[in-house]
């Protein structure tokens, strides 16, 4: 009967998958239209993309989606946001905090159908592995986009953890963060690990996710500190709340 019921959400949670794609498209494609001219920093399909993601945890019986302390986000102000990353749930739970921002994502990515469409009408910044002027061309187009008023969104693992547990931060969001003087702040992510199985189709259960908002770092307190002291500070304050999290669960 488990195996049934499983089975059968997993067929309802895909095709919804499907046809609300088919549906939102088009309708993200007409806001852009009628917006993209005076509505430079993209909030309004940026927001639309938000509701397009939340609604895959609000009409999926299985999963639950807490968030804390949503408090420590200011509306209006810009972050280089940075989360631990478990899983590609964790792009649908960070746009359900509807804070405006502009992901950070694997230029593969935006081949995608569907994701990379919205990735690209959001004006979202484009990874290039292997490549020699990678960090370059990331560096140039996040700090157009910092100085517009905008935040970035990224992952400093750069990948998914298999584990669950953090793997090691890379140096590009934390060198942006302090060639531009921007606060950082920091998130937690439980639970989303293995809600998306790696191999079939057949979503694996009940999963109760959290996504904890950490206080923000402010440049003034961090500016003194080196690359790595940086980037080892913010893992420790992640790694530290993620074993609260995973503690009290």
């Known amino acids: 009967m488990r195996t049934f019921s499983l089975k059968t959400i997993s067929v309802f949670v895909w095709l919804w998958l499907l046809i609300s794609s088919l549906v939102y498209t088009p309708i993200i ?39 804390i302390d949503r408090k420590n986000i200011r509306p209006m102000k810009k972050y280089v946001l940075m989360s631990n990353h478990q899983s590609l749930v964790d792009i649908v739970i960070i746009d359900s ?36 002027e990678a960090f370059e061309k990331f560096r140039k187009r996040a700090m157009r986009i910092l100085d517009k008023g905008n935040s970035i969104m990224i992952f400093p693992e750069g ?18 963060a302090m060639e531009t003087k921007t606060d950082i702040l920091p998130m937690v992510i439980e639970g989303s690990s293995g809600a998306i199985p790696r191999a079939g189709w057949v979503l694996s259960g009940k999963r ?22 940086l980037k080892d500070m913010v893992k420790e304050i992640i790694s530290a709340e993620l074993s609260i999290l995973r503690a009290n669960a």
């Open 29 to 67: 494609v007409i806001l852009w239209t009628l917006t993209f001219w005076w509505n430079t920093n993209l909030r309004i399909t940026h927001r639309f993309a938000c509701f397009w993601a939340a609604q895959y945890i609000w009409v999926n019986p299985l999963w639950r989606l807490k968030i």
């Open 97 to 132: 905090l509807f804070k405006h921002f502009r992901w950070v994502s694997k230029a593969k990515n935006f081949k995608i159908p569907f994701v990379g469409w919205i990735l690209t009408i959001n004006g979202s910044i484009k990874i290039y592995r292997n490549d020699k």
């Open 208 to 229: 109760r996710m959290h996504l904890k908002v950490l206080e923000p770092l402010a440049y003034e307190d961090w500016k003194d500190k080196t690359l790595s002291e």
């Open 159 to 176: 990948t998914r953890s298999r584990s669950g547990d953090i793997g090691r931060f890379m140096d590009g969001a934390f060198q942006i």
